[in-house]
């Protein structure tokens, strides 16, 4: 074998095993995302709205255009901006499960290549507005693409009354770090937004911690069950 030759060999090999030892290293700081997560502290926003987006803002009225007072996630940002139910992250195989106590949504995400955000099933089978979802790893993140979601309310709590057209799509990036873990969720939507909306939330591991049922019903959700505010409170 040439000298020339035994360098390329040589060299093909010191590639593959530094490229198989940064795969084992990404798989295993992705096995970090596995358990029970709870929000720690307030989610960072960034917003730049367009001229329809500051007039649909405008427009919204919490008490009938509140979808949680139907019982119904708005948006997956909607759901982690509630502050005490946790979420349940699992990977398992060719399937990503994300399990939300608020509003009880169980979301299943399938981890196939080649398979497109467009011909993905719905992501929460009982709510077709929340769209389509793949995921894929990048390194040790993982990534979800969403599309197919559907024209309404986008968050009602962190951003009360912003909205999205039904050309929105969304990126969530979920970070590990320890017993720590972000999501930088991104959404671009021309219609109502400037530039692309970035909502960056920090979940704290909640070690035991489990997903109970939220149980919502809209006679206890709507805002017709809460005593009206008296105008002298004592």
Same mark, same amino acid.
């Given at each position: 074998?040439?000298?020339?030759?035994?360098?390329?060999?040589?060299?093909?090999?010191?590639?593959?095993?530094?490229?198989?030892?940064?795969?084992?290293?990404?798989?295993?700081?992705?096995?970090? %995302?596995?358990?029970?997560?709870?929000?720690?502290?307030?989610?960072?926003?960034?917003?730049?709205?367009?001229? +329809?987006?500051? +007039?649909?803002? +405008?427009?919204?009225?919490?008490?009938?255009?509140?979808?949680?007072?139907?019982?119904?996630?708005?948006?997956?940002?909607?759901?982690?901006?509630?502050?005490?139910?946790?979420?349940?992250?699992?990977?398992?195989?060719?399937?990503?499960?994300?399990?939300?106590?608020?509003?009880?949504?169980?979301?299943?995400?399938?981890?196939?290549?080649?398979? +497109?955000?467009?011909?993905?099933?719905?992501?929460?089978?009982?709510?077709?507005?929340?769209?389509?979802?793949?995921?894929?790893?990048?390194?040790?993140?993982?990534?979800?693409?969403?599309?197919?979601?559907?024209?309404?309310? %986008?968050?009602?709590?962190?951003?009360?009354?912003?909205?999205?057209?039904?050309?929105?799509?969304?990126?969530?990036?979920?970070?590990?770090?320890?017993?720590?873990?972000?999501?930088?969720?991104?959404?671009?939507?021309?219609?109502?937004?400037?530039?692309?909306?970035?909502?960056?939330?920090?979940?704290?591991?909640?070690?035991?911690?489990?997903?109970?049922?939220?149980?919502?019903?809209?006679?206890?959700?709507?805002?017709?069950?809460?005593?009206?505010?008296?105008?002298?409170?004592?």
């Amino acid at each position: 074998m040439s000298g020339t030759r035994t360098r390329a060999v040589v060299a093909t090999v010191i590639y593959v095993a530094i490229t198989a030892a940064a795969t084992m290293s990404a798989q295993s700081k992705r096995a970090e %995302l596995d358990g029970v997560w709870i929000l720690a502290g307030n989610a960072q926003i960034d917003l730049t709205l367009t001229p +329809a987006g500051e +007039a649909a803002r +405008a427009r919204y009225n919490y008490l009938k255009d509140d979808p949680a007072m139907r019982c119904i996630p708005a948006t997956f940002t909607r759901v982690m901006h509630t502050p005490s139910p946790p979420i349940e992250v699992r990977q398992r195989g060719d399937e990503l499960e994300i399990n939300y106590e608020f509003m009880d949504v169980h979301r299943r995400v399938p981890i196939k290549p080649g398979l +497109a955000v467009n011909d993905a099933p719905y992501t929460v089978k009982e709510h077709p507005h929340l769209g389509r979802s793949v995921g894929h790893y990048d390194g040790d993140a993982l990534v979800i693409d969403t599309v197919d979601q559907r024209a309404g309310i %986008l968050d009602t709590l962190g951003a009360p009354g912003l909205v999205q057209s039904d050309q929105m799509r969304t990126e969530e990036r979920f970070i590990p770090n320890g017993n720590r873990m972000t999501i930088v969720v991104t959404h671009y939507d021309p219609v109502y937004y400037a530039k692309p909306l970035v909502v960056t939330f920090t979940y704290q591991r909640l070690p035991g911690g489990e997903i109970l049922p939220w149980d919502c019903t809209p006679e206890k959700a709507s805002y017709d069950a809460f005593p009206p505010k008296s105008d002298n409170p004592r």
